[in-house]
Nanobody
Framework: QVQLVESGGGLVQAGGSLRLSCAAS????????MGWFRQAPGKEREFVAA????????YYADSVKGRFTISRDNAKNTVYLQMNSLKPEDTAVYYC?????????????????WGQGTQVTVSS
């Protein structure tokens, strides 16, 4: 089993930046594809970004491409989401997710483990 804990959320003005972290524990981590999803009130959880086992392949939703960067440090069992040029539309609870021994996917149902989420609020 894997436990994931997100941190780094907060309140920022439009145009600002935040760096989210997702710390994993419980078992080996380096063979997990990882993803970030977000969910705003009244909306379904949506894909944001994903990264392969070694970080060589990354994927982004069109809405965040060029602004967000996903990365990982397997030695620290941690995945990051650097968010720049934030917009009010980015306001949501952000969740990290793990997909054991599989390639990344944009589908939320494809992930096996989820964190509790961290709130990101972007003011106008």
């Amino acid at each position: 089993q894997v436990q994931l804990v997100e941190s780094g959320g907060g309140l920022v003005q439009a145009g600002g930046s935040l760096r989210l972290s997702c710390a994993a524990s419980g078992r080996t981590f380096s063979n997990y594809a990882m993803g970030w999803f977000r969910q705003a009130p009244g909306k379904e959880r949506e894909f944001v970004a994903a990264i392969s086992w070694r970080g060589g392949m990354t994927y982004y939703a069109d809405s965040v491409k060029g602004r967000f960067t996903i990365s990982r440090d397997n030695a620290k069992n941690t995945v990051y989401l650097q968010m720049n040029s934030l917009k009010p539309e980015d306001t949501a609870v952000y969740y990290c997710a793990g997909r054991g021994d599989k390639w990344p996917t944009t589908q939320k149902n494809g992930y096996d483990y989820w964190g509790q989420g961290t709130q990101v609020t972007v003011s106008s």
